[in-house]
Structure formats: structure tokens, C-alpha cells
């Protein structure tokens, strides 16, 4: 009876088959606690079977790493063409470099800013040392000058205005083919002299303090070459025959600056710039070059004056300058004939029998000699000036003006 009447009073509580929690505390005994049920609360987790467990599992890393797999060929492909296109800016920036490197040496940056071109030098090197690995490298050659030993920082190798260039190899066949024509002509059976002035009489040069009679003669000209550059009065139509060859003679004060170095060098250092070309018109330099191991070494950077030659043939013609034979514009230029540079004029006097080799001051003789004949080189070496033009960096001479001024300046004493 009190069990029903329990039941009744909570309803709440009633759960068919089971004890009531207030029923359950009824029939408990005396002096004992009600057993401490934990209350789980939400949605009871059906257990899952172990197998499907282990397969969640392994789907769950494969996933994993198929996607880790798909994100490392994504990055690899984005480098890739991050690279490609690298690559290519770095060929373009080459490109840009070297059309500029040309454009300012075409504006004679060299020579109105130095020091900026200097710079520039520097960077088209570090530009042709980084794209050297790149296979689309720029088909742009940037030859840069050389070192030339200077003595001077103002001495600049590229202060006078020109494009460092190798020569073609048609251009030394035609060059090669002048020096034929040089027969060598027999030593002549006088006894000869050559009349050099001693040091302290001519004031206005020191070429006579040279040893050797090319670098005399190279030293003279140069004197020269200061003296008609730097002086207002000189005659207009000599200093174009003297520098109609040179680009960059709008430029006074960088191109005095040049020639003042020149001029104040050592006996041992060189009169002139290797890096800068030489204009081998009329084979010049070839005809008495340089023995060394018993080979022929000629001028470096030996090339034609395309620049003066494109000029006369846009001015003579409108024919490319490729299909114009090059003699012929040498003769419309007034260049034509051959020429000889310091050494060639030297070597061909030694030829004559009138220098020995061992040196300037001293002479041969011979005992059956019945003629004997003097030259006055300070009376030849002008002579020779008169029509001396500057072929790049060093002076050049017209072989037959070398004849006349020869035939000046010997005189023969019969016995």
C-alpha cells in the first residue's frame, strides 16, 4: 500500500519496469547512501566496430598525403615558371644593358662623364658574369676594354672616344695582301751617318731621351700632335688632316687631358692604349712587325675606320658600304696608297742601312766605301709630320712621304 501510494504521488518519476528513484531510496535501509549515478548529457556515441576504425584511419593518411603530393608539384611548377621568367628578365635586362653601354659610348659618355662610365663598365661585366649559366643568354658581344697599365688615375683607357673592336679576318687578308708590295731594297754600300741632337738643344722635345727609335719617333709625334690640339691658332685644315679619323674631337678638354698623359709618360711606360683600335689603313703596322719566338706579332684591335668610310660612301652613293669596295673608299677619303706606322718607318730605315740595330747612336761603316752620306733625323722626323695623320691610337705615315722626307734630309759627300 504505501509502495502504490508513492507511485501515485510521483508521477513524474514513473517509469514502467523499472524502480523509481524515489522508490529505490524507499527500499533502501537505514543508515545507507543512495549510490552515485554519473548523468551523461546529449546524444549517447554508438560504439563503432574496430575494423572500420583502422580503414577511417588509413583513408584519413592517404588523404593526407595525397594532398601534401599535390601541393609539392604546385609549388615545384610555380618556381619553375618563376624561374623561366627570371631568367628571361635577366636577358632582358643584358639586352638593355649592352644597348646602352653602345648608345653611350656612340654619345661619348666616356669622355664627358668618366667616372659614370666607369660605373657602367662595371655593371655590363657583372651582367655578362651572372648570365653566363642562362641558356637564352643575350647574343650581344660586350667586349670590355682591358687593363692598361697607367701611371695616373686620371689616365683613362677609354678617354678617347673609341669602340673597342677586334677586326675581321677579311680585313687582315686585305691588309696582308699591302705588305707585298714593300720590296726590300739593298743596304746601301756608303758610309752612312745619321746626325741625332743632343739632349738639351731641341727645348721643345724630349723624344731624343728615347733608347728605342720607334718610341722616339712615336714620342715626337705625339709632342706634336699636343702642341697642334692645344694651341687656339692652329691651322683648321691641318688639324682636320690630323684628326679626321678621330671621333671625339669636339671634346677639347677630355682629349687634351688624353694627349697631356701621353705626352708625360716614362721611358717605360707605353705611349699608347692597346685597348683602343688601331686603324691599319695601307697595311699599316704589318710591314715590319714585332718578332717574338720567331713569329710576327702585330697590333692588337686592328681594324678599318668603318665610321669615316660609311660617311663617304652615304655621301658618294647610296649603295651599302658592304657592296662598295673598300680601296675604294680609302681613295675617296684621301687614305688610299700605303702607310706605315713608328715601327714600319723605323724597320724600313734599318732596311736602308741606316740605323743598326743595336741602337740610334751608333753607325756603319765599311772600308771599300767611296760615298759617304748624312741624315738629319730631326730634319726627317719633320719632314714626315707634314703630312702625318692620327690612325687611332698611334700616328700614321704615307709611304711615299716617308720617301720624300728621306730623300730631303740624306746628304751625300762624294771622296
Not at 628578365?89 to 648608345?103: E, G, V, Y
Not at 687593363?147 to 678617354?159: A, C, G, V
Not at 678621330?246 to 677639347?252: D, G, I, L, R, T
Not at 709618360?265 to 715590319?288: K, M, Q, R, V
Request: hydrophobic share 30%; proline share 7%; charged share 25%.
Amino acid at each position: 500500500m504505501p509502495d502504490n501510494l508513492s507511485q501515485t504521488l510521483s508521477a513524474r518519476c514513473f517509469l514502467p519496469g523499472d524502480q523509481t528513484r524515489v522508490g529505490r531510496a524507499l527500499h533502501l535501509p537505514r543508515g545507507s547512501s543512495p549510490p552515485d549515478v554519473s548523468k551523461k548529457r546529449g546524444r549517447p556515441r554508438m560504439a563503432p566496430d574496430a575494423d572500420t576504425s583502422r580503414m577511417d584511419r588509413r583513408a584519413q593518411i592517404r588523404y593526407a598525403q595525397r594532398t601534401y603530393r599535390h601541393k609539392k608539384d604546385a609549388m615545384y611548377r610555380n618556381m619553375e615558371t618563376r624561374l623561366a621568367e627570371l631568367e628571361k628578365t635577366m636577358t632582358r635586362l643584358s639586352d638593355s644593358i649592352a644597348d646602352f653601354h653602345d648608345m653611350a659610348v656612340d654619345s661619348d659618355l666616356h669622355v664627358t662623364h668618366p667616372q659614370l662610365f666607369e660605373h657602367l663598365d662595371v655593371t655590363v661585366a657583372y651582367a655578362k658574369r651572372v648570365t653566363t649559366g642562362i641558356k637564352n643568354q643575350s647574343p650581344k658581344n660586350l667586349d670590355l676594354p682591358t687593363t692598361i697599365p697607367t701611371r695616373t688615375n686620371s689616365r683613362n683607357p677609354s678617354s678617347f672616344g673609341y669602340i673597342v673592336n677586334r677586326r675581321d679576318d677579311t680585313d687582315c687578308e686585305i691588309l696582308l695582301t699591302d705588305t707585298q708590295k714593300l720590296i726590300p731594297e739593298p743596304s746601301l754600300p756608303q758610309k752612312n751617318q745619321v746626325y741625332w741632337p743632343l739632349s738639351g738643344i731641341s727645348s721643345h722635345t724630349y723624344s731624343f731621351q728615347e733608347r728605342d727609335p720607334s718610341r722616339m719617333l712615336q714620342r715626337y709625334c705625339l709632342e706634336h700632335i699636343y702642341r697642334l690640339f692645344s694651341d687656339p691658332r692652329s691651322d683648321p685644315a691641318e688639324f682636320y688632316r690630323v684628326f679626321r679619323l678621330v671621333p671625339c674631337v669636339k671634346y677639347k678638354e677630355k682629349m687634351g687631358r688624353y694627349l697631356f698623359c701621353l705626352v708625360r709618360s716614362n721611358a717605360d711606360e707605353p705611349l699608347e692604349f692597346p685597348a683602343l683600335p688601331f686603324y691599319c689603313i695601307g697595311g699599316a703596322g704589318t710591314h715590319y712587325p714585332e718578332v717574338k719566338d720567331g713569329r710576327p706579332v702585330y697590333p692588337e684591335h686592328m681594324r678599318l675606320p668603318r665610321r669615316v668610310l660609311g660617311t663617304v660612301a652615304s655621301l658618294c652613293s647610296d649603295q651599302d658600304i658592304s657592296s662598295i669596295d673598300r680601296q675604294e673608299l680609302l681613295r675617296l677619303a684621301g687614305l688610299d696608297g700605303m702607310w706605315l706606322d713608328c715601327r714600319d718607318v723605323i724597320g724600313h730605315l734599318k732596311e736602308k742601312g741606316v740605323l743598326d740595330k743595336n741602337g740610334p747612336n751608333t753607325t756603319r761603316s765599311e772600308d771599300a766605301e767611296q760615298v759617304s752620306w748624312t741624315l738629319d733625323m730631326d730634319g726627317f722626323f719633320q719632314s714626315i709630320l707634314a703630312n702625318m695623320v692620327v690612325l687611332g691610337r698611334s700616328p700614321g705615315f704615307r709611304f711615299t712621304d716617308v720617301e720624300i722626307a728621306f730623300t730631303a734630309n740624306v746628304r751625300y759627300d762624294s771622296k
